[in-house]
């Protein structure tokens, strides 16, 4: 099945540090969204990101798209401790499916 | 606010036995869905229903059954469970189906283990 990738698959870093992680697609996407999932919850949604905006902010949250590279990053500046989770993309394709990465997990050390 | 309510969170099943992960949302959202996660293996659509009396298959449906007879509840159900069946169990929801741009809000989760 299709399947986002997302790169690292672990990060480990200091409080007050950013984080970056980033999220591929072999097939075309359009709209894209960001998740955070902390351990033993339910994913909550993040952010947005439009197939024509190329960068979106949100806070702390800096989210960027390139559809010609069909990836997407995600950075978290300032990082805290209660920032640590696991974080998903889940992109829609042109097959008007969602796809899924497999997630990057996220250890802000205090 | 309830948003979505899984029940139970926790179940141990032996092989072959049937039951019914609860699913309700309190949102009057006409998308619901239903995902499996696994480890190194993301999040797989099972099942989702559009609306009231409207349901279809997603990625991975063999082995399960859903219905839709409110807009809140989407009950799914396993017919004879099986080992491969161990998994994490997220309910999800968003207001209009059809939008790929919506947020889907999600249950806690139901932690299934098969013996």
């Known amino acids: 099945s299709q399947q986002g990738e997302e790169d690292p698959q672990a990060l480990s870093i200091q409080e007050g540090e950013n984080a970056t992680m980033n999220c591929s697609y072999k097939t075309s996407i359009n709209n894209l969204q960001w998740y955070r999932q902390n351990s033993g919850r339910g994913l909550v949604h993040l952010i947005l990101i439009r197939s024509n905006e190329r960068e979106k902010h949100s806070g702390r949250l800096r989210v960027t798209l390139d559809t010609s590279k069909k990836s997407s990053s995600l950075l978290i500046t300032a990082s805290r401790a209660a920032d640590t989770a696991s974080y998903f993309c889940?992109?829609?394709?042109?097959?008007?499916?969602?796809?899924w990465g497999l997630g990057t997990s996220l250890a802000v050390n205090p | 606010n309830a948003g979505v309510t899984q029940t139970p969170k926790f179940q141990v099943l032996k092989t072959g036995q049937s039951m019914t992960l609860q699913c309700a949302q309190d949102?009057?959202?006409?998308?619901m869905s239903w995902y499996r996660q696994d480890p190194g293996m993301g999040l797989r659509l099972i099942h989702y229903s559009v609306g009231a009396g409207i349901t279809d298959q997603g990625e991975v449906p063999n082995g399960y059954n859903v219905s839709r007879s409110t807009t809140e509840d989407f009950p799914l159900r396993l017919l004879s469970a099986a080992p491969s069946q161990t998994s994490v169990y997220f309910c999800?929801?968003?207001?209009?189906?059809?939008?790929?741009?919506?947020?889907?809000?999600f249950g806690d989760g139901t932690r299934l283990s098969i013996l």
């Open positions: 889940v992109g829609a394709g042109n097959n008007r499916k969602l796809i």
């Open positions: 949102m009057n959202h006409e998308y």
């Open positions: 999800a929801s968003s207001p209009t189906p059809g939008q790929l741009n919506q947020p889907q809000h």
